[in-house]
């Protein structure tokens, strides 16, 4: 064999080598359905193929972690802050990591109907993308239950801005849901989107305000069973707590100096006042990348 011939061999087993290693690549999403504006989790499982350790960092232009976002009518979505960056991350020959990541907080995703989403690993040692397969999901309005525009209080942040508080139910695989939007509605901008939990179809939530616009709500959750939450004006988790009926079915009430409570039924054991119902926008899931 000519020393030519020998060194086209080396190359093309090298080559050969490289396009056998792999990086695998998995995206999963918890349901194929969302209510515009709630947090879309994404979860991430990227696994190292290649036979050696590897180190994702990102190189030039290219970030090592993205999403390719795509509506129905093929527009492109694209990151909130325009791009974001990860710290370097080594995977072992062999070795899976996977990330959670809250797409309605990277991405500006805006708009109701179909959307194609898949995720993309870059690898600067290889000088290439390794892609998931798209997963197709829907976005969707809700149901209103009520809708509010009030004007946030003297001493609050934001004083003298409007706020638009809105309680809506979303059908999900198994049960309707109940959820809390605060937006302002002269910018646009979203403070919260709360997942408030199960809401049974026969029965209509109570809302009401109180003296500083915040929102107070009784939900019928089960057989006697209600759940109050409370939405603070800008967007804040102001708590949730459990009640059970006993002589008298629990109903909100609102006093002259428009304090709202709950009266009647049972309350149950004090939940922890720091833990929400779910996710909400601003919520950095682990692994998700920093703007």
Same mark, same amino acid.
């Given at each position: 064999?000519?020393? =030519?011939? /020998? ?15 792999? #990086? ?15 947090? @879309? #989790? ?5 696994? +190292? ?15 090592? /972690? ?21 710290? &370097? ?27 194609? @989403? =898949?995720?993309?690993?870059? %690898? ?9 397969? %798209?997963?197709? #999901? ?10 509010? #525009?009030?004007?946030? *209080? ?10 638009? @508080?809105?309680?809506?139910? /979303? ?5 309707? !849901?109940? %959820?809390?939007? $605060? ?5 646009? $901008? ?14 209509? &939530? ?7 616009? +915040? ?7 089960? *057989? ?6 409370? !939405?603070? !004006? ?8 459990? %009640? ?15 304090? !709202?409570?709950? @009266? ?8 922890? &006042?720091?833990?929400?119902?779910? &996710?909400?926008?601003?919520?950095? *899931?682990?692994?998700? *990348?920093?703007?």
């Amino acid at each position: 064999m000519s020393f =030519r011939r /020998f060194l086209f061999a080396l190359v093309f087993l090298f080559l050969a080598a490289e396009l056998r290693a792999q #990086i695998e690549v998995e995206l999963s999403m918890k349901r194929r359905l969302y209510v515009l504006y709630e947090p @879309i #989790i994404a979860n991430v499982t990227v696994l +190292n193929q290649t036979g050696r350790d590897i180190t994702l960092s990102d190189a030039d232009s290219n970030n090592w /972690f993205s999403f390719q976002i795509v509506t129905d009518d093929n527009r492109v979505i694209p990151p909130v802050g325009g791009t974001y960056r990860l710290e &370097p991350l080594t995977i072992r020959a062999g070795e899976s990591v996977k990330r959670t990541v809250n797409l309605t907080e990277l991405y500006s995703i805006r708009n109701f109907g179909l959307h194609r @989403i =898949r995720a993309s690993i870059y %690898y600067d040692g290889m000088s290439r993308f390794f892609s998931s397969g %798209y997963e197709n #999901i829907e976005i969707t309005e809700g149901r209103t239950y009520w809708e509010k #525009i009030v004007g946030v *209080p003297e001493g609050l942040e934001g004083a003298g801005q409007l706020r638009k @508080i809105t309680l809506l139910s /979303f059908r999900q695989p198994k049960h309707n !849901v109940l %959820y809390a939007r $605060v937006t302002d509605p002269d910018e646009g $901008v979203v403070f919260c989107m709360f997942e408030l939990g199960r809401v049974l179809s026969f029965d209509i &939530p109570q809302a009401l305000l109180d003296a500083d616009n +915040n929102l107070h709500v009784l939900q019928l959750v089960g *057989p006697k069973t209600f759940l109050y939450s409370s !939405v603070g !004006v800008n967007g804040e988790w102001r708590g949730h707590q459990t %009640y059970t009926t006993t002589r008298y079915r629990p109903r909100l009430k609102q006093t002259a100096s428009g304090v !709202v409570g709950v @009266i009647g039924g049972q309350v149950e054991a004090a939940p922890d &006042p720091d833990a929400t119902p779910g &996710p909400k926008l601003s919520d950095r *899931p682990e692994g998700l *990348p920093e703007e």
